[in-house]
């Protein structure tokens, strides 16, 4: 008898939570919140995702219904293009530059000025900048100071007394030049995600390791950087995304010149594929963009879960 009760006990038990859930008006916010987040993500994400994945298979200048089905003819002609694998390289440089310059960096200003007094407002104020400033106004604005006949590279040569280098039309050095203005652009982001974090570390424990006769160098690396690891993760996963996203900042600049030479993953699928109306390549190249980022994201999880777990 006491083993023809038991389910039955359970059963009641949870039909007492559901209650208790309907009572509280959870299942109400779910039913009320979780339709139109799912239609925005059906609508932005998946569909666009399911459009490309066709269109990929497809020859198609995007006007009319596509026809003229080529299978995996696309995907062969990129991944056989020397242009893409250049594309491919420089976005690999863009995550490693952002991985070991850029983050470091940040971290580095967020530890000086992470303390709140006036005059560190007002440089976090100062670095925080170059981010809100938009990507096509920056990539004018560095454009002109790369500019070898006026900009302030060609007045610092003259006032050298050497010759003026046009470095945005040179193939050694143009991507450099894009890799620095990324650099200047994107690291005050991270500094205030530091920030945020070194903020709320506790100051009992900076305190006690001064007390123990801890400079503030090894503070920063034995107390403050492993209790903002959390920030740092997240930031790293930031500056990788947003490696595989560079645009704006690249058109304006040099538009993938000289020779092809700096372009990235998405600007070769803007010019190889939307500006030529060759959609169906253009859709392979988003289609391949789209693995990766995916790869990316999930090696990196994995990467840092077996950190946090050692």
Do not use: C
Not at 16 to 35: E, M, N, W, Y
Not at 141 to 157: H, K, L, N, Q, R
Not at 277 to 306: E, H
């Amino acid at each position: 008898m006491t083993t023809m009760t038991r389910p039955a006990v359970h059963k009641r038990s949870n039909a007492d939570r559901l209650r208790q859930g309907l009572a509280s008006g959870k299942f109400t916010a779910v039913l009320i919140l979780l339709p139109p987040a799912l239609i925005l993500f059906s609508l932005f994400v998946i569909l666009p995702l399911a459009d490309a994945a066709y269109y990929s298979v497809f020859s198609w200048n995007g006007y009319g219904t596509p026809s003229n089905f080529v299978g995996t003819q696309n995907y062969t002609r990129l991944l056989d293009h020397s242009v893409f694998h250049t594309a491919l390289w420089n976005t690999a440089k863009l995550i490693l530059v952002s991985l070991i310059i850029q983050m470091p960096l940040a971290l580095g200003l967020a530890l000086l000025v992470y303390r709140k007094t006036p005059t560190n407002t007002l440089f976090r104020l100062v670095f925080f900048l170059p981010y809100i400033l938009a990507e096509v106004a920056a990539g004018l604005i560095w454009s002109f100071v790369f500019d070898g006949d006026y900009g302030i590279t060609a007045f610092m040569f003259q006032a050298l007394g050497q010759e003026s280098v046009y470095v945005l039309a040179d193939r050694q050095w143009a991507f450099p030049a894009i890799m620095t203005v990324i650099v200047w652009k994107y690291f005050g982001f991270h500094m205030m995600i530091y920030i945020a974090a070194l903020q709320s570390v506790p100051k009992d424990l900076i305190e006690a390791a001064k007390l123990e006769g801890a400079k503030p160098r090894q503070v920063a690396l034995f107390v403050q950087i492993p209790l903002i690891k959390h920030a740092i993760v997240v930031s790293g996963f930031f500056a990788i995304i947003g490696s595989l996203q560079i645009f704006d900042i690249i058109i304006p600049m040099t538009n993938g010149g000289p020779s092809n030479s700096t372009h990235t993953i998405v600007t070769y699928l803007y010019t190889f594929g939307l500006s030529r109306l060759n959609i169906g390549f253009g859709s392979a190249a988003a289609v391949v963009l789209f693995v990766l980022a995916i790869g990316i994201a999930l090696f990196y999880q994995r990467a840092t879960a077996k950190e946090e777990r050692a």
